[in-house]
C-alpha cells in the first residue's frame, strides 16, 4: 500500500448562513473535483457526540454473541461485525424516518431489554442528520444551477436517511509496520453522506489520478461526501469519489456516517436542465435495484471498488 502523507483543504460551508455567490463557485469546484466538503456550524454540540459515543462503546464492548443476536443472520441486521468489510471494522446501523424505533429494535436484540437512553440519543442525532441533509442538498442543487434548488425540491422530497456507527480497532500488541486498511476503497450508495471522526484522522479520498489524500479531522467540522446516486442524477457533474479508512496505529477510531438516500422506487434520471448539453453518462434505473446490485456483489460492498453506478448504469 503506498504511504501517503498529503492532506487536502477542502472547501469549509457554514451551514448556519445562506450561502455567498462566491462560496457556491468554490464549492461546485471542490464537489466536481473531490465530492468532499466541510461543514460548520451544524448545530450537533460535543455534549450530543459524547453521549452517543459513550453509550455506542458500551454497546460495541459487549461480548461478540451479544451483538451478533442483531447481525446479519438475524432478523434485525443492524450489525456488522468483524472480518466483513475488514478484521478492523464493526458497525451498527440505525434507519430512519423512525431512529427511535430503530435503535430500541438494535438495543432489545442485542441486550435483551430496551435501552431507553442510547435510543434516544440516536433519534437526536438522527432527526438532525435529516435536518442537515436537507440543507445540504438545497446547497448542492445551487452548485448545479441558478434556482435549481427550488426547481428540483421535489426530486428528494421523500429522501431518507441511515445512520452507520463505525468502530475501528487493532489488535493492541500488533506490530504496526506499515497502516492498514479499515475500511476499503469504496464510493457511498447514497445522495449525500455527512460524517464525523474522531481526532484519530485515517479518512483518505482518491484523486482522479489515483493518489490518496488525507482528509484531517477538524475539530467542530463535519466531512460531507458526495454518494453515488446523487453523482448518477447530476449526469457526473457531482462526483462520487472513492474513500477509504487507513489505521496508521493502534488507536481505536470511531465515527458516523449519516447516508442521505432516494427512496428504493425513485427512478434515477438526470433532469435535462442538469443535463444540459452534455451527453447522458447514465441510463435511468430504480434506486432499489443499484442497492440490491452493490449488496449482491461483494466486491461493490465495501471492498474495492469493482462494481459502482458506473458499472450498473453507465453508458
Ligand atoms: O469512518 C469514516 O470516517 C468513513 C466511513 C465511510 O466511508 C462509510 O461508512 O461509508
Ligand atoms: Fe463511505
Known amino acids: 500500500m503506498p504511504a501517503s502523507n ?32 466541510h461543514i460548520i456550524n451544524h448545530g450537533i454540540s460535543k455534549d450530543l457526540y459524547s453521549k452517543l459515543r459513550l453509550s455506542s462503546n458500551q454497546v460495541f464492548n459487549l461480548p461478540y454473541e451479544a451483538k451478533i443476536k442483531a447481525g446479519p443472520t438475524s432478523n434485525v441486521k443492524t450489525y456488522t461485525p468483524h472480518f466483513i468489510a475488514s478484521p478492523f471494522f464493526e458497525s451498527l446501523r440505525v434507519s430512519g424516518p423512525d431512529f427511535l424505533a430503530s435503535a430500541k429494535n438494535s438495543a432489545e436484540a442485542i441486550m435483551n431489554q430496551p435501552d431507553t437512553e442510547f435510543s434516544e440519543v440516536l433519534k437526536e442525532y438522527g432527526d438532525k442528520m435529516r435536518n442537515l441533509s436537507k440543507k445540504v442538498t438545497d446547497i448542492l442543487l445551487m452548485c448545479l444551477g441558478k434556482d435549481f434548488a427550488t426547481k428540483f425540491a421535489s426530486e ?95 488507536k481505536t477510531r470511531f465515527s458516523l456516517a449519516f447516508f442521505w438516500c432516494f427512496e428504493d422506487n425513485k427512478v434515477i434520471s438526470a433532469p435535462n436542465e442538469v443535463v444540459g448539453d452534455e451527453f447522458r453518462h447514465y441510463e435511468p434505473f430504480m434506486c432499489g435495484d443499484y442497492l440490491k446490485f452493490r449488496e449482491n456483489s461483494v466486491r461493490g460492498k465495501f471492498e474495492k471498488v469493482g462494481f459502482t453506478v458506473k458499472d450498473f448504469a453507465g453508458i
Open 156 to 250: 428528494f422530497s421523500n429522501c431518507e436517511g441511515y445512520l452507520r456507527i463505525n468502530n475501528y480497532s487493532l489488535p493492541e500488541k500488533r506490530v504496526m509496520e506499515k497502516e492498514v486498511e479499515g475500511l476499503g476503497m469504496h464510493t457511498d450508495m447514497s445522495c449525500l453522506t455527512i460524517v464525523y471522526q474522531d481526532d484519530v484522522g485515517g479518512l483518505q479520498v482518491r484523486s482522479k489520478d489515483g493518489k490518496w489524500l488525507d482528509i484531517n479531522p477538524c475539530e467542530e467540522t463535519l466531512v460531507v461526501n458526495i454518494g453515488d446516486l446523487l453523482h448518477a442524477w447530476s449526469n457526473g457533474k457531482l462526483r462520487s469519489s472513492e474513500h477509504r479508512v487507513v489505521l496508521k496505529e493502534c
Open 6 to 37: 498529503t492532506s487536502i483543504q477542502l472547501p469549509i460551508v457554514d451551514i448556519s448562513k445562506s450561502i455567498s455567490p462566491s462560496s457556491i463557485s468554490s464549492l461546485s469546484l471542490a464537489c466536481r473535483e473531490w465530492g468532499f466538503f
